[in-house]
């Protein structure tokens, strides 16, 4: 089963525009991470924010994390085309195999 | 850095038919990964390695697929007989330390398997 599940399934927005994704998430992590997948191409790793933390900054990427809620969101600003992509989020399985379990992601188009 | 490769690319096949996939990891990643990725999906893990010992298996069909790591290094996959449903993106992933709770992952390309 999947731990991560986002939202919305699909974003459209115009190039310039910021894009929220959201994920929640069931069980306690120790992390949680950001994947991005451009068409027909692997996962390239964005973020990571630890359980203790509220907030990241990457560039033009920001991420939350609320734990009492079990919930992320990522935030793109003044995106471009080439933002266009999957975004998955990825949470630890709390066992002795530290495995990621992804969601089943969002996939953003920005328009030029 | 040379990035994870794996080959083939794309592979067509007949159901009941024999598949078998390679993956060589980023030089020095201790642990590897193989997920298996449904169209409108996220990767799910197949199979964790650390070195050569296998840390998570328990999502792998065993009764059909089965993969090694040979050395600690480079890795291949199989599925033996193949079914319809088996037709994915089958990605690999490294990561530099062993298994932690800080690790992030660097997928390859993935080979897309379409089972006819």
């Known amino acids: 089963s999947q731990q991560g599940e986002e939202d919305p399934q699909a974003l459209s927005i115009q190039e310039g525009e910021n894009a929220t994704m959201n994920c929640s998430y069931k069980?306690?992590?120790?992390?949680l991470q950001w994947y991005r997948q451009n068409s027909g191409r692997g996962l390239v790793h964005l973020i990571l924010?630890?359980?203790?933390?509220r907030e990241k900054h990457s560039g033009r990427l920001r991420v939350t994390l609320d734990t009492s809620k079990k919930s992320s969101s990522l935030l793109i600003t003044a995106s471009r085309a080439a933002d266009t992509a999957s975004y998955f989020c990825a949470t630890d399985a709390r066992d002795s195999s530290y495995k990621l379990i992804f969601g089943s992601g969002t996939r953003l188009l920005v328009r030029p | 850095e040379a990035g994870v490769a794996q080959s083939p690319r794309y592979k067509i096949i007949e159901k009941r038919q024999s598949v078998a996939f390679w993956c060589n990891p980023i030089s020095g990643h201790a642990t590897l990964y193989w997920y298996q990725q449904i169209l409108g999906q996220g990767p799910k893990l197949l199979i964790q390695?650390?070195?050569?010992?296998?840390?998570?298996d328990s999502q792998l069909p065993k009764d059909r697929f089965s993969a090694e790591r040979l050395k600690g290094v480079d890795s291949t996959l199989k599925i033996q007989p193949a079914k319809l449903e088996d037709s994915a993106v089958y990605l690999c992933?490294?990561?530099?330390?062993?298994?932690?709770?800080?690790?992030?992952?660097?997928f390859g390309p993935g080979t897309r398997l379409t089972v006819l």
């Open positions: 924010i630890r359980s203790n933390e």
């Open positions: 992933a490294s990561s530099p330390r062993l298994a932690g709770i800080y690790n992030e992952q660097f």
């Open positions: 069980t306690s992590i120790n992390n």
């Open positions: 390695f650390q070195n050569n010992g296998v840390v998570d």
